[in-house]
């Protein structure tokens, strides 16, 4: 119960960066390569962990938020174009998380989307008017985490995968045709966005300096979790849809990996994982970009602002438009939004590294040469990928 009562943090990170694109994406790639592709997810794990620590400490030292300490040590410019991208990254996520929580109730009830879209975003913008917003959060994204964990692991044991298989995914090999999936998948597991704001989260939860073992513990716990959980629903797709052939195009498709356990409540059962993710990303991830561009206008940076709060509904509302416009696109408009992503996200990933080795940022506790290695080949990972896809989206 100790434990259980030290997550937060962490645990929002892991929920809101593991929405509908992360269970398409892995969903995908296990139906159409197996278990190939297992090693993308320790490499985007590996570098989340890492950044997500440098902003864990940035946000117990420097006395200030993320964009606060950009704004002051780089100028308003950097800041601002930091802060409004962001905004429309969560913007652009939140179109996805809207479509994945309308798209699992109008599997379960044999509807259109459109009308659990708006009782869902209705619902979210609820909570925001509840006096403990920042409490009741981390209580339904530790809820929500914990039913995906459950389902997904439950699956995988029933499954029974061959372990030199699994084995052998995890050795470095790009089969033909996984490019984009993989770049995708790296987008939604490595979210800079999200270790962004993990110095926001431990700011909320008032933890300082002293704090840091529990913090980097917590943190490590979330992000393992999210690695885990998505390498389970890579593992299940493969060992249930990849040998039967089946290309996962919709999400009655990804319903079909937990057969194995649930029988002909399968669809039913997923069709919860599903909304389990998408309504804990449609959360997470407007608050993400509410506190993010409220902090940016100097509007308000905790979660009892309304300024901030106004900022989350606008998210939520704009979110909840482009996914009934774009509802017939599905899972496809869900994949688009994170490779998009990966075009803005190493702009974000410099100025994390750059306060986390400002000393007077970080107050003693900056970053040390491994750290800084493991920065840099961040870094330059999600250079490496950014290019690649505006190459892609260019010419094919």
């Keep these: 119960m100790a434990f ?3 997550l937060g943090p962490g645990v929002i990170t892991a929920a809101l960066v593991f929405g509908p694109g992360s269970l398409t994406v892995a969903s995908k790639l296990g139906a159409g390569f197996q278990y190939k592709l297992l090693w993308v997810v320790v490499i985007a794990t590996f570098f989340m962990i890492v950044f997500t620590l440098m902003s864990t400490r940035i946000g117990i030292t420097s006395g200030d938020t993320l964009i606060g300490v950009i704004r002051k040590k780089y100028g308003k410019f950097y800041s601002g174009v930091i802060g409004v991208g962001i905004f429309l990254v969560a913007v652009s996520f939140q179109s996805g998380n809207s479509i994945g929580a309308g798209l699992a109730f109008a599997g379960l009830f044999d509807t259109g989307p459109g009308p659990w879209i708006i009782f869902f975003s209705a619902t979210a913008i609820a909570f925001l008017f509840l006096r403990s917003f920042y409490k009741i959060l981390e209580k339904i ?13 439950f699956t995988l044991i ?5 372990i030199d298989e699994l084995v052998m995914g995890l050795v470095p090999q790009m089969p033909k045709g996984a490019e984009m999936l993989s770049i995708a998948l790296v987008a939604t597991s490595f979210s800079i966005v999200g270790a962004f704001y993990q110095s926001y989260l431990v700011r909320e939860r008032g933890w300082k300096k002293g704090d840091y073992p529990v913090c980097r513990r917590e943190a490590l716990t979330g992000i393992v979790v999210l690695g885990f959980i998505t390498m389970m629903v890579i593992t299940a797709a493969g060992a249930v849809l990849y040998p039967r052939g089946i290309s996962v195009a919709s999400a009655a498709d990804m319903g079909e990996a ?8 399968s669809s039913t059962v997923f069709m919860t994982g599903l909304f389990a993710a998408s309504f804990s990303s449609l959360i997470g991830n407007a608050s993400l970009g509410g506190s993010i561009i409220a ?7 905790k979660m009892e602002d309304w300024p901030l709060r106004l900022a989350i509904i606008l998210i939520i509302i704009t979110g909840a438009l482009l996914s009934v416009v774009f509802s017939e696109m599905g899972l496809r408009l869900i994949v688009l939004a994170q490779r998009l992503t990966i075009l803005f996200v190493p702009f974000i990933a410099v100025f994390i590294l750059l306060a986390a080795n400002d000393r007077s940022v970080v107050n003693g506790m900056k970053n040390n040469r491994l750290a800084n290695i493991a920065g840099v080949a961040g870094l330059a990972l999600l250079t490496l990928l950014a290019l690649y896809n505006v190459y892609k989206l260019i010419y094919s």
Excluded: W, Y
Excluded at 258 to 265: H, K, T
Excluded at 295 to 301: A, E, K, M, Q
């Design 158 to 162: 029933i499954s029974a995968p061959a």
């Design 4 to 6: 259980i009562r030290m």
């Design 295 to 301: 902090d940016t206008l100097s509007i308000g940076s």
């Design 141 to 153: 994204m530790i809820a929500m985490v914990a039913l995906m964990l459950l389902s997904f692991l």
């Design 258 to 265: 937990i057969r194995p356990l649930f029988g002909d409540f």
